[in-house]
Protein backbone atom coordinates (compact mmCIF):
# COMPACT_ATOMS: atom_id res chain seq x y z
CA UNK A 1 0.00 0.00 0.00
CA UNK A 2 1.46 3.44 -0.66
CA UNK A 3 2.52 5.65 2.08
CA UNK A 4 0.88 8.80 2.75
CA UNK A 5 2.08 12.00 4.65
CA UNK A 6 0.20 14.79 5.66
CA UNK A 7 1.24 17.91 7.11
CA UNK A 8 0.65 19.54 9.38
CA UNK A 9 -0.71 17.14 11.95
CA UNK A 10 -2.07 19.22 13.82
CA UNK A 11 -2.60 23.10 14.29
CA UNK A 12 -4.22 25.78 16.11
CA UNK A 13 -5.75 28.76 14.28
CA UNK A 14 -7.40 31.98 14.86
CA UNK A 15 -11.02 32.42 13.12
CA UNK A 16 -11.17 34.04 10.08
CA UNK A 17 -7.81 32.92 8.93
CA UNK A 18 -6.78 30.27 6.37
CA UNK A 19 -4.69 26.90 6.75
CA UNK A 20 -3.35 24.33 3.60
CA UNK A 21 -2.57 21.12 4.24
CA UNK A 22 -0.21 18.94 2.52
CA UNK A 23 -0.78 15.30 1.23
CA UNK A 24 2.19 13.22 -0.03
CA UNK A 25 1.91 10.20 -1.99
CA UNK A 26 4.88 7.35 -2.39
CA UNK A 27 4.16 6.59 -5.40
CA UNK A 28 1.73 7.64 -8.35
CA UNK A 29 -1.74 7.08 -7.43
CA UNK A 30 -5.21 7.57 -9.86
CA UNK A 31 -7.41 9.13 -7.37
CA UNK A 32 -7.27 11.14 -4.04
CA UNK A 33 -9.35 12.38 -1.76
CA UNK A 34 -10.12 14.55 1.34
CA UNK A 35 -12.40 13.61 4.10
CA UNK A 36 -13.47 15.62 7.32
CA UNK A 37 -14.30 13.63 10.48
CA UNK A 38 -15.54 16.32 12.69
CA UNK A 39 -15.95 15.52 16.52
CA UNK A 40 -17.62 12.33 17.23
CA UNK A 41 -18.88 12.09 14.11
CA UNK A 42 -18.15 9.92 11.11
CA UNK A 43 -15.51 10.71 8.14
CA UNK A 44 -17.53 12.75 5.36
CA UNK A 45 -16.13 12.81 1.65
CA UNK A 46 -15.12 16.32 1.31
CA UNK A 47 -14.21 16.01 -2.46
CA UNK A 48 -11.83 14.24 -5.26
CA UNK A 49 -9.10 15.70 -6.48
CA UNK A 50 -8.72 15.71 -9.98
CA UNK A 51 -5.10 15.83 -11.62
CA UNK A 52 -4.50 18.48 -13.36
CA UNK A 53 -8.26 19.88 -12.82
CA UNK A 54 -10.79 21.81 -10.32
CA UNK A 55 -11.67 19.12 -7.80
CA UNK A 56 -15.03 17.17 -7.59
CA UNK A 57 -16.22 18.70 -4.58
CA UNK A 58 -19.81 16.70 -2.62
CA UNK A 59 -23.02 18.05 -1.80
CA UNK A 60 -22.46 20.64 1.22
CA UNK A 61 -18.56 21.72 0.24
CA UNK A 62 -17.82 24.25 -1.96
CA UNK A 63 -14.19 25.15 -3.39
CA UNK A 64 -14.50 28.86 -2.04
CA UNK A 65 -14.75 27.30 1.07
CA UNK A 66 -12.12 23.95 0.73
CA UNK A 67 -9.63 25.06 -2.35
CA UNK A 68 -8.18 22.22 -3.74
CA UNK A 69 -5.14 21.49 -5.64
CA UNK A 70 -3.74 18.52 -7.22
CA UNK A 71 -0.32 19.47 -9.59
CA UNK A 72 0.82 15.77 -10.32
CA UNK A 73 0.06 11.96 -8.99
CA UNK A 74 1.67 12.27 -5.83
CA UNK A 75 0.64 15.11 -4.52
CA UNK A 76 -2.78 17.56 -3.28
CA UNK A 77 -3.39 20.37 -0.63
CA UNK A 78 -6.20 20.81 0.49
CA UNK A 79 -7.19 24.75 2.20
CA UNK A 80 -9.28 25.05 4.71
CA UNK A 81 -10.47 29.03 4.65
CA UNK A 82 -11.95 31.68 6.39
CA UNK A 83 -12.15 29.61 9.37
CA UNK A 84 -14.77 29.40 11.99
CA UNK A 85 -14.77 27.24 15.06
CA UNK A 86 -17.00 24.87 13.20
CA UNK A 87 -14.15 23.73 10.76
CA UNK A 88 -12.62 22.28 13.95
CA UNK A 89 -12.20 18.65 12.46
CA UNK A 90 -9.99 16.13 11.56
CA UNK A 91 -8.91 16.65 7.81
CA UNK A 92 -7.93 13.22 5.81
CA UNK A 93 -6.55 12.75 2.40
CA UNK A 94 -7.07 9.14 1.16
CA UNK A 95 -5.83 7.78 -2.09
CA UNK A 96 -6.66 4.43 -4.16
CA UNK A 97 -6.18 3.40 -7.51
CA UNK A 98 -9.80 3.33 -8.66
CA UNK A 99 -10.56 0.20 -9.48
CA UNK A 100 -13.12 -2.22 -8.87
CA UNK A 101 -13.35 -3.50 -5.59
CA UNK A 102 -10.31 -1.68 -4.56
CA UNK A 103 -9.59 -0.36 -1.03
CA UNK A 104 -8.84 2.95 -0.26
CA UNK A 105 -6.08 3.89 1.95
CA UNK A 106 -5.71 6.92 4.31
CA UNK A 107 -2.81 9.10 5.74
CA UNK A 108 -2.59 10.11 9.45
CA UNK A 109 -5.10 13.42 9.33
CA UNK A 110 -4.66 16.66 10.18
CA UNK A 111 -6.42 17.67 13.56
CA UNK A 112 -7.06 21.41 13.06
CA UNK A 113 -8.96 23.08 16.24
CA UNK A 114 -10.12 26.92 15.25
CA UNK A 115 -10.42 29.40 18.56
CA UNK B 1 -29.23 11.41 6.21
CA UNK B 2 -26.89 8.41 7.12
CA UNK B 3 -26.56 5.70 4.37
CA UNK B 4 -24.28 4.06 6.40
CA UNK B 5 -25.11 3.22 10.08
CA UNK B 6 -23.46 1.47 13.32
CA UNK B 7 -26.15 1.27 15.96
CA UNK B 8 -23.16 0.69 18.64
CA UNK B 9 -21.27 3.20 19.18
CA UNK B 10 -19.51 1.18 21.61
CA UNK B 11 -18.86 -2.66 22.66
CA UNK B 12 -17.02 -4.05 25.52
CA UNK B 13 -15.51 -7.73 24.99
CA UNK B 14 -12.95 -9.67 27.12
CA UNK B 15 -9.49 -10.81 25.71
CA UNK B 16 -9.68 -14.10 23.75
CA UNK B 17 -13.77 -13.80 23.07
CA UNK B 18 -15.97 -13.19 19.92
CA UNK B 19 -16.47 -9.44 18.92
CA UNK B 20 -18.80 -8.65 16.63
CA UNK B 21 -19.66 -5.36 14.69
CA UNK B 22 -22.38 -4.72 13.24
CA UNK B 23 -23.35 -2.35 10.14
CA UNK B 24 -26.66 -1.22 8.08
CA UNK B 25 -27.00 0.44 5.19
CA UNK B 26 -29.79 1.72 3.15
CA UNK B 27 -28.54 2.15 -0.70
CA UNK B 28 -29.04 -0.40 -2.97
CA UNK B 29 -26.05 0.82 -4.88
CA UNK B 30 -23.47 0.01 -2.69
CA UNK B 31 -21.82 -2.90 -3.95
CA UNK B 32 -18.29 -3.32 -2.10
CA UNK B 33 -17.93 -3.04 1.83
CA UNK B 34 -14.98 -2.76 4.16
CA UNK B 35 -13.53 -1.95 7.32
CA UNK B 36 -11.36 0.19 8.88
CA UNK B 37 -10.21 0.56 12.30
CA UNK B 38 -8.56 3.98 13.36
CA UNK B 39 -6.57 4.42 16.73
CA UNK B 40 -6.53 7.81 17.90
CA UNK B 41 -4.33 10.68 16.37
CA UNK B 42 -4.08 7.99 13.64
CA UNK B 43 -6.03 8.04 9.90
CA UNK B 44 -8.15 4.94 9.58
CA UNK B 45 -6.34 1.58 8.48
CA UNK B 46 -7.89 -0.69 6.30
CA UNK B 47 -8.76 -4.38 7.53
CA UNK B 48 -10.96 -6.61 5.16
CA UNK B 49 -12.88 -5.98 2.44
CA UNK B 50 -15.96 -8.01 0.97
CA UNK B 51 -18.06 -7.90 -2.34
CA UNK B 52 -21.47 -7.91 -2.75
CA UNK B 53 -21.39 -11.36 -4.81
CA UNK B 54 -20.14 -13.04 -1.60
CA UNK B 55 -21.49 -13.55 1.64
CA UNK B 56 -18.42 -14.07 3.70
CA UNK B 57 -14.63 -13.15 3.49
CA UNK B 58 -12.09 -14.23 5.86
CA UNK B 59 -8.54 -12.96 6.81
CA UNK B 60 -6.60 -14.51 9.71
CA UNK B 61 -9.07 -14.06 13.24
CA UNK B 62 -10.92 -11.72 11.23
CA UNK B 63 -14.13 -12.67 8.91
CA UNK B 64 -16.64 -10.28 7.51
CA UNK B 65 -20.37 -11.23 6.40
CA UNK B 66 -22.36 -9.91 4.48
CA UNK B 67 -26.59 -10.29 3.97
CA UNK B 68 -27.57 -8.11 0.84
CA UNK B 69 -31.09 -9.01 1.41
CA UNK B 70 -31.11 -7.31 4.84
CA UNK B 71 -28.59 -4.87 4.06
CA UNK B 72 -26.72 -6.16 7.17
CA UNK B 73 -22.66 -6.85 7.35
CA UNK B 74 -20.77 -7.81 10.01
CA UNK B 75 -17.36 -7.84 11.04
CA UNK B 76 -15.95 -10.82 13.57
CA UNK B 77 -12.81 -11.15 15.45
CA UNK B 78 -12.13 -14.08 17.08
CA UNK B 79 -10.16 -14.29 19.27
CA UNK B 80 -10.32 -10.81 20.68
CA UNK B 81 -6.99 -8.76 21.82
CA UNK B 82 -6.16 -5.73 23.77
CA UNK B 83 -4.62 -4.32 20.80
CA UNK B 84 -7.57 -4.68 18.53
CA UNK B 85 -9.15 -2.00 21.13
CA UNK B 86 -9.50 1.11 18.64
CA UNK B 87 -13.01 2.59 16.26
CA UNK B 88 -14.16 0.74 13.84
CA UNK B 89 -15.74 2.47 10.64
CA UNK B 90 -17.88 0.23 8.47
CA UNK B 91 -17.73 1.59 4.79
CA UNK B 92 -19.50 1.42 1.39
CA UNK B 93 -18.51 1.88 -2.00
CA UNK B 94 -20.85 2.33 -5.43
CA UNK B 95 -19.88 0.44 -8.12
CA UNK B 96 -18.11 2.52 -10.38
CA UNK B 97 -17.42 5.20 -7.46
CA UNK B 98 -13.50 4.53 -8.00
CA UNK B 99 -12.80 4.55 -4.59
CA UNK B 100 -15.18 7.32 -2.93
CA UNK B 101 -16.05 5.84 0.76
CA UNK B 102 -19.39 6.65 2.49
CA UNK B 103 -18.32 5.95 6.50
CA UNK B 104 -20.71 4.53 9.64
CA UNK B 105 -20.19 6.23 12.52
CA UNK B 106 -18.09 3.94 13.82
CA UNK B 107 -17.68 1.62 17.23
CA UNK B 108 -15.74 1.69 19.94
CA UNK B 109 -14.37 -1.56 20.50
CA UNK B 110 -12.12 -2.47 23.94
CA UNK B 111 -10.91 -5.28 24.73
CA UNK B 112 -10.57 -6.14 28.43
CA UNK B 113 -7.78 -8.25 30.27
Redesign the interface.
Known amino acids: ?1 AV ?1 S ?1 KP ?1 RDICQRGTSLTIQCQVDSQV ?2 M ?1 WYRQQPG ?5 IA ?1 ANQGSEATYESGFVIDKFPISRPNLTFSTLTVSNMSPEDSSIY ?1 C ?5 G ?10 T ?1 LTVV | D ?1 Q ?1 KQNSPSLSVQEGRISILNCDYTNSMFD ?1 F ?1 W ?1 KKYP ?6 LI ?1 I ?1 SIKDKNEDGRFTVFLNKSAKHLSLHIVPSQPGDSAVY ?1 C ?1 A ?1 I ?1 GG ?9 TQLKVEL
Not at chain 1, 41 to 45: D, R, V
Not at chain 2, 98 to 106: A, E
Open positions: SIQSTMFQSLTLTLSVGEGMNTEAFFGQGR | QVYLYAEGPTFSSFANAGNKLTFGTG
